[in-house]
């Protein structure tokens, strides 16, 4: 769809170019003007200063003073009032309201004091022209020798206030605009909070029905099969045990995806620990392997974080273990140092075999989001280590 004449006209005012093509014009303009009407070398040097420093008044626009100033001093040093001189004392005095370099008030009064002495320096060179009535300053018809500078004030007022006017504008749109996306991120987070809710309902249906069923089997399977001996009665009791922990897991994290996050740590579950580790490996060796916990330096009261993200790599690691190699020996080992907290847990089995699914990348995860590292892959004595460090 093709721009209209004010869209181009808009986008051309806008492009950088813009105050160089204009200031350039302006000068070429006050050049080809003082040609027809020369003047004093001063009237001369003001002119051209005026309007060539308007091509900077973007990219600097303290620099409006400058043109201000140079076409007073031009206007002061001579009775007429050069065109060109006019164009760019607007345009000044339009870019310091425009781009708030002082104050409004102090803009105007700067102004009116500037042009107060051009109409005194105008005063001061009629009452040497012979033949000219001046009234003396103070006496009768007097006050009509400052009309002059009462029509500068006037029109620098319209100017500054123009600029100041367009600059209120735009933080307005600006303001705005910024109130738009904050609505939006408010929508998109509401319909995040919605979708959440969604998979917590899914997962309820998927996932609940199913482990709570193998709790209650497991657990009635103790009583109804007959001719059990003690290690598999045991079996079942932990596979019902396992069940139940992993339900409890599972409402908790359902309770943080239906629940927005300011509120979700009010409705969550105390988060395991590291003091869980030993109950964690009786865990692993319940279900047939072989684990050892091995833990060095003094004990340290970790961040929940930090604590919550070593017992899950510890929980995956062993995950992998009894998925990859069942039945090999794992050791578990923890050193508190003074300023990081390093992990270690290596087996003696033949480890993953082609894709590793999300766990080791979960891991990486966990390791990352409290600053560290973890590396996994074959041990030097043969095996899989996983290797990661928390630092604080």
Not at 42 to 64: E, F, H, K, Y
Not at 111 to 136: E, F, K, M, Y
Not at 344 to 368: K, V, Y
Request: charged share 15%; proline share 5%.
């Amino acid at each position: 769809m093709s721009s209209s004449p004010r869209q181009r006209f808009l986008a051309w005012i806008a492009a950088p170019s813009y105050p160089w093509i204009t200031g350039g014009a302006l000068t070429a303009f006050a050049v080809a003007e003082l040609f027809a009407y020369p003047g004093s070398v001063t009237i001369a040097i003001g002119v051209l200063l005026s309007a060539a420093s308007l091509m900077w008044r973007r990219s600097c626009p303290p620099v409006a003073v400058l043109t201000v100033a140079a076409g007073l001093v031009s206007f002061a040093a001579g009775s007429s009032l050069y065109i060109c001189t006019i164009i760019s004392g607007l345009v000044g005095f339009y870019t310091l309201g425009r781009h708030r370099v002082h104050h409004p008030a102090i803009l105007l009064a700067g102004g009116t004091l500037g042009s107060l002495a051009v109409n005194l320096a105008h005063i001061a060179g009629w009452s040497r022209q012979d033949g000219l009535p001046v009234p003396a300053l103070g006496g009768p018809g007097s006050l009509g020798l400052f009309a002059e500078a009462f029509v500068l004030s006037v029109v620098l007022l319209g100017a500054v206030s123009m600029g100041d006017a367009v600059r209120a504008r735009e933080e307005t749109r600006q303001q705005r605009a910024l109130a738009q996306a904050q609505l939006i991120a408010m929508e998109r987070q509401q319909a995040a909070e919605a979708e959440r809710a969604a998979i917590a309902r899914e997962l309820h249906d998927i996932v609940s029905h199913s482990v709570s069923m193998i709790a209650v089997q497991a657990e009635s399977a103790t009583y109804t099969t007959p001719g059990l001996t003690p290690a598999a009665r045991e079996g079942f009791q932990q596979i019902a045990s396992t069940a139940r922990s992993s339900m409890a897991e599972l409402r908790r994290l359902l309770g943080v995806l239906r629940t927005p996050q300011v509120d979700a740590t009010a409705l969550t579950a105390p988060q395991p620990t590291l003091d869980h580790l030993a109950e964690l490996l009786d865990q692993h060796r319940a279900v047939g392997g072989e684990a050892e916990l091995k833990v060095t330096g003094e004990r340290l009261a970790l961040p929940a974080a930090w604590e919550l993200s070593a017992y899950r790599i510890v929980q995956e690691a062993l995950t992998n273990a009894r998925k990859h190699a069942p039945g090999a020996r794992t050791v578990v080992e923890i050193d508190y140092g003074s300023d990081r907290l390093t992990l270690r847990i290596r087996d003696n089995g033949p480890g993953p075999t082609g894709t590793t699914g999300h766990g080791l990348t979960g891991m990486r995860e966990r390791a990352e989001l409290v600053g560290g590292r973890l590396s996994a892959g074959r041990g030097p004595d043969g095996g899989f280590l996983v290797e990661g460090e928390l630092p604080w």
